[in-house]
């Protein structure tokens, strides 16, 4: 284990008690999370992808501030933030399931810009 962290140096943002633990479970909830979506969906692809590489780091060592520097995304506060906010969009990914046909066709001219009036 390397030193104590005291402070973030950051407003408002105590320092984690145990973050290469809440990590792991975050990283693990994701990941199963994101099992039950279709092997297709993007979303799913990109961010597994994504999440396994930041446990494989958590897994090679048990230093904080080696994680820090191995995921190179900030602090390990702000990852675990990172990680619940993704986690929080995962599910909400399951409820909506962007990986399904759309309902209605979309206008042609959704896309165009700058709008015109025909």
């Known amino acids: 284990m390397g030193l104590l962290k005291k402070t973030t140096g950051l407003v408002g943002?105590?320092?984690a008690p145990?973050?290469?633990?809440?990590?792991?479970?975050?990283?693990?909830?994701i990941l199963r999370t994101l099992q039950k979506m279709p092997e297709s969906s993007v979303y799913r692809k990109y961010t597994e992808q994504i999440v396994k590489e930041r446990a494989a780091v958590?897994?090679?060592t048990k230093d904080t501030?080696?994680?820090e520097t191995k995921i190179n995304c900030g602090q390990a506060e702000e990852l675990i933030i990172q990680?619940?906010?993704e986690l929080n969009l995962a599910?909400?990914?399951?409820?909506?399931k962007p990986w399904e046909?759309?309902?209605a066709k979309p206008p042609k001219t959704q896309w165009d810009w700058p709008p015109t009036k025909a």
């Open 13 to 15: 943002m105590a320092v």
């Open 18 to 29: 145990n973050p290469h633990h809440t990590l792991g479970s975050l990283y693990g909830k």
């Open 58 to 60: 958590l897994k090679q």
């Open 65 to 67: 501030y080696e994680i």
């Open 83 to 85: 990680a619940e906010n």
């Open 91 to 96: 599910r909400k990914m399951l409820i909506w």
């Open 101 to 103: 046909p759309l309902v």
